[in-house]
T-cell receptor
Framework: DQQVKQNSPSLSVQEGRISILNCDYT??????FLWYKKYPAEGPTFLIS?????DKNEDGRFTVFLNKSAKHLSLHIVPSQPGDSAVYFC????????????FGKGTLLTVNP | EAQVTQNPRYLITVTGKKLTVTCSQN?????MSWYRQDPGLGLRQIYY???????DKGDVPEGYKVSRKEKRNFPLILESPSPNQTSLYFC?????????????FGEGSWLTVV
Protein backbone atom coordinates (compact mmCIF):
# COMPACT_ATOMS: atom_id res chain seq x y z
CA ASP A 1 0.00 0.00 0.00
CA GLN A 2 1.59 3.21 -1.16
CA GLN A 3 1.43 5.83 1.56
CA VAL A 4 2.78 8.69 -0.54
CA LYS A 5 1.36 9.03 -4.03
CA GLN A 6 2.45 11.15 -6.94
CA ASN A 7 -0.16 10.33 -9.51
CA SER A 8 1.35 12.27 -12.39
CA PRO A 9 4.41 10.48 -13.78
CA SER A 10 5.27 13.47 -15.91
CA LEU A 11 4.50 17.14 -16.43
CA SER A 12 5.48 19.47 -19.23
CA VAL A 13 5.34 23.28 -18.96
CA GLN A 14 6.62 26.28 -20.87
CA GLU A 15 9.47 28.36 -19.56
CA GLY A 16 8.21 31.24 -17.45
CA ARG A 17 4.92 29.57 -16.57
CA ILE A 18 3.98 27.95 -13.29
CA SER A 19 4.72 24.29 -12.58
CA ILE A 20 2.48 22.56 -10.06
CA LEU A 21 3.49 19.15 -8.79
CA ASN A 22 1.05 17.25 -6.62
CA CYS A 23 1.41 14.70 -3.86
CA ASP A 24 -1.17 12.84 -1.77
CA TYR A 25 -0.61 10.83 1.36
CA THR A 26 -2.68 8.32 3.27
CA UNK A 27 -0.88 8.03 6.61
CA UNK A 28 -2.35 10.60 8.99
CA UNK A 29 0.69 10.22 11.26
CA UNK A 30 2.92 11.98 8.72
CA UNK A 31 3.78 15.42 10.02
CA UNK A 32 6.81 16.45 7.99
CA PHE A 33 6.95 16.66 4.22
CA LEU A 34 9.81 17.26 1.85
CA TRP A 35 10.44 17.70 -1.84
CA TYR A 36 13.59 16.42 -3.50
CA LYS A 37 14.83 17.10 -7.00
CA LYS A 38 16.83 14.57 -8.95
CA TYR A 39 18.80 15.02 -12.14
CA PRO A 40 19.90 12.00 -14.19
CA ALA A 41 23.09 10.34 -12.90
CA GLU A 42 22.95 12.33 -9.66
CA GLY A 43 21.57 11.73 -6.20
CA PRO A 44 18.42 13.50 -5.01
CA THR A 45 18.93 16.97 -3.58
CA PHE A 46 16.77 18.59 -0.95
CA LEU A 47 14.52 21.34 -2.26
CA ILE A 48 12.02 22.46 0.35
CA SER A 49 10.10 21.10 3.32
CA UNK A 50 7.04 21.86 5.39
CA UNK A 51 5.91 20.89 8.85
CA UNK A 52 2.30 19.98 9.48
CA UNK A 53 1.91 23.02 11.73
CA UNK A 54 2.15 25.19 8.62
CA ASP A 55 0.13 25.31 5.45
CA LYS A 56 2.67 27.12 3.29
CA ASN A 57 6.41 27.44 3.02
CA GLU A 58 8.21 29.56 0.49
CA ASP A 59 11.80 29.63 -0.71
CA GLY A 60 12.48 31.82 -3.69
CA ARG A 61 10.71 30.42 -6.74
CA PHE A 62 9.55 27.37 -4.81
CA THR A 63 6.46 27.21 -2.61
CA VAL A 64 4.99 24.17 -0.95
CA PHE A 65 1.36 24.13 0.14
CA LEU A 66 -0.07 21.64 2.60
CA ASN A 67 -3.75 20.80 2.96
CA LYS A 68 -3.93 18.47 5.96
CA SER A 69 -7.65 17.82 5.74
CA ALA A 70 -7.25 16.61 2.17
CA LYS A 71 -3.91 14.92 2.89
CA HIS A 72 -2.51 16.74 -0.09
CA LEU A 73 0.53 18.85 -0.76
CA SER A 74 1.75 20.62 -3.83
CA LEU A 75 4.95 22.21 -5.03
CA HIS A 76 4.68 25.39 -7.07
CA ILE A 77 7.59 26.63 -9.16
CA VAL A 78 7.22 30.17 -10.46
CA PRO A 79 8.57 31.05 -12.93
CA SER A 80 9.67 27.70 -14.32
CA GLN A 81 13.09 27.52 -15.92
CA PRO A 82 14.63 24.88 -18.22
CA GLY A 83 17.11 24.04 -15.45
CA ASP A 84 14.18 22.93 -13.32
CA SER A 85 13.69 19.93 -15.61
CA ALA A 86 14.23 16.94 -13.33
CA VAL A 87 12.39 14.24 -11.42
CA TYR A 88 10.70 15.58 -8.29
CA PHE A 89 10.07 13.30 -5.34
CA CYS A 90 7.65 13.99 -2.55
CA UNK A 91 8.56 12.43 0.80
CA UNK A 92 6.97 12.25 4.24
CA UNK A 93 7.93 11.25 7.74
CA UNK A 94 6.62 11.02 11.27
CA UNK A 95 7.96 13.12 14.10
CA UNK A 96 9.71 15.70 11.97
CA UNK A 97 12.65 13.44 11.34
CA UNK A 98 14.54 12.32 8.28
CA UNK A 99 15.14 8.86 9.67
CA UNK A 100 12.39 6.97 7.91
CA UNK A 101 11.31 8.88 4.88
CA UNK A 102 8.58 7.45 2.71
CA PHE A 103 8.92 8.58 -0.89
CA GLY A 104 6.48 8.88 -3.72
CA LYS A 105 7.27 7.48 -7.16
CA GLY A 106 8.35 10.82 -8.54
CA THR A 107 7.16 13.19 -11.28
CA LEU A 108 9.32 14.04 -14.27
CA LEU A 109 9.08 17.77 -14.93
CA THR A 110 10.11 19.06 -18.33
CA VAL A 111 10.34 22.82 -18.81
CA ASN A 112 10.42 23.73 -22.49
CA PRO A 113 12.28 26.86 -23.64
CA GLU B 1 33.07 20.11 0.27
CA ALA B 2 30.24 18.11 1.87
CA GLN B 3 30.13 14.74 0.21
CA VAL B 4 28.57 11.32 0.34
CA THR B 5 30.72 8.99 -1.74
CA GLN B 6 29.59 5.62 -3.02
CA ASN B 7 31.62 2.91 -4.71
CA PRO B 8 31.33 1.33 -7.13
CA ARG B 9 29.16 3.62 -9.23
CA TYR B 10 28.46 0.86 -11.74
CA LEU B 11 28.68 -2.89 -11.29
CA ILE B 12 27.53 -5.97 -13.17
CA THR B 13 27.77 -9.13 -11.12
CA VAL B 14 26.49 -12.68 -11.18
CA THR B 15 23.89 -14.30 -8.98
CA GLY B 16 25.28 -15.49 -5.67
CA LYS B 17 28.59 -13.63 -5.77
CA LYS B 18 28.89 -11.58 -2.58
CA LEU B 19 29.44 -7.89 -3.06
CA THR B 20 29.79 -4.77 -0.97
CA VAL B 21 28.83 -1.24 -1.92
CA THR B 22 30.76 1.23 0.18
CA CYS B 23 29.47 4.58 1.43
CA SER B 24 31.48 7.28 3.11
CA GLN B 25 30.52 10.77 4.30
CA ASN B 26 32.79 13.62 5.37
CA UNK B 27 30.30 15.65 7.38
CA UNK B 28 30.52 13.81 10.72
CA UNK B 29 26.85 12.89 10.41
CA UNK B 30 25.34 10.48 12.89
CA UNK B 31 22.58 9.24 10.60
CA MET B 32 23.21 7.20 7.46
CA SER B 33 20.86 5.22 5.30
CA TRP B 34 20.57 3.15 2.14
CA TYR B 35 17.78 3.47 -0.41
CA ARG B 36 17.04 1.70 -3.65
CA GLN B 37 15.28 3.27 -6.58
CA ASP B 38 13.29 1.13 -8.98
CA PRO B 39 11.15 2.20 -11.95
CA GLY B 40 7.62 2.97 -10.85
CA LEU B 41 8.45 2.51 -7.17
CA GLY B 42 10.36 5.62 -6.17
CA LEU B 43 12.96 5.38 -3.41
CA ARG B 44 12.58 2.73 -0.74
CA GLN B 45 14.63 2.55 2.41
CA ILE B 46 16.71 -0.59 2.95
CA TYR B 47 18.52 0.04 6.25
CA TYR B 48 19.46 3.01 8.34
CA UNK B 49 21.84 3.77 11.17
CA UNK B 50 21.46 6.36 13.89
CA UNK B 51 25.07 6.12 15.01
CA UNK B 52 28.03 3.77 15.29
CA UNK B 53 26.91 0.21 16.02
CA UNK B 54 23.21 1.23 15.81
CA UNK B 55 21.37 -0.02 12.73
CA ASP B 56 17.76 -0.78 11.94
CA LYS B 57 15.70 -2.17 9.09
CA GLY B 58 13.93 0.04 6.63
CA ASP B 59 11.08 -1.00 4.39
CA VAL B 60 12.92 -3.50 2.14
CA PRO B 61 15.80 -5.07 4.13
CA GLU B 62 15.54 -8.62 2.78
CA GLY B 63 18.71 -9.81 1.10
CA TYR B 64 20.88 -7.02 2.52
CA LYS B 65 23.19 -6.52 5.46
CA VAL B 66 24.84 -3.40 6.81
CA SER B 67 27.39 -2.51 9.41
CA ARG B 68 28.38 0.76 11.10
CA LYS B 69 31.75 0.29 12.71
CA GLU B 70 32.89 3.84 12.02
CA LYS B 71 30.89 7.02 11.94
CA ARG B 72 31.88 7.96 8.40
CA ASN B 73 31.27 4.57 6.72
CA PHE B 74 28.11 2.57 6.12
CA PRO B 75 28.67 -0.31 3.69
CA LEU B 76 25.80 -2.23 2.10
CA ILE B 77 26.44 -5.94 1.78
CA LEU B 78 24.70 -8.32 -0.57
CA GLU B 79 25.68 -11.77 0.67
CA SER B 80 24.08 -13.65 -2.24
CA PRO B 81 22.81 -11.20 -4.84
CA SER B 82 19.81 -12.13 -6.94
CA PRO B 83 18.43 -10.54 -10.13
CA ASN B 84 15.64 -8.81 -8.18
CA GLN B 85 18.33 -6.76 -6.48
CA THR B 86 19.20 -5.14 -9.77
CA SER B 87 18.57 -1.51 -8.93
CA LEU B 88 19.96 1.97 -8.41
CA TYR B 89 21.21 2.35 -4.85
CA PHE B 90 21.64 5.59 -2.91
CA CYS B 91 23.43 6.18 0.33
CA UNK B 92 22.39 9.17 2.42
CA UNK B 93 23.48 10.93 5.59
CA UNK B 94 22.34 13.71 7.87
CA UNK B 95 22.74 15.13 11.34
CA UNK B 96 20.37 13.94 14.04
CA UNK B 97 18.55 15.89 16.69
CA UNK B 98 15.90 18.51 16.13
CA UNK B 99 13.88 18.66 12.99
CA UNK B 100 14.48 19.60 9.43
CA UNK B 101 18.01 18.33 9.06
CA UNK B 102 18.95 18.13 5.42
CA UNK B 103 19.67 14.69 4.03
CA UNK B 104 22.60 14.49 1.66
CA PHE B 105 22.53 11.75 -0.96
CA GLY B 106 25.38 10.12 -2.81
CA GLU B 107 25.41 9.99 -6.59
CA GLY B 108 24.08 6.44 -6.74
CA SER B 109 25.39 2.98 -7.55
CA TRP B 110 23.94 1.12 -10.51
CA LEU B 111 23.94 -2.59 -9.73
CA THR B 112 23.00 -5.28 -12.24
CA VAL B 113 22.77 -8.90 -11.12
CA VAL B 114 22.68 -11.44 -13.96
Amino acid sequence: DQQVKQNSPSLSVQEGRISILNCDYTNSMFDYFLWYKKYPAEGPTFLISISSIKDKNEDGRFTVFLNKSAKHLSLHIVPSQPGDSAVYFCAASVGGSNYKLTFGKGTLLTVNP
Amino acid sequence: EAQVTQNPRYLITVTGKKLTVTCSQNMNHEYMSWYRQDPGLGLRQIYYSMNVEVTDKGDVPEGYKVSRKEKRNFPLILESPSPNQTSLYFCASSRTGGTGNTIYFGEGSWLTVV
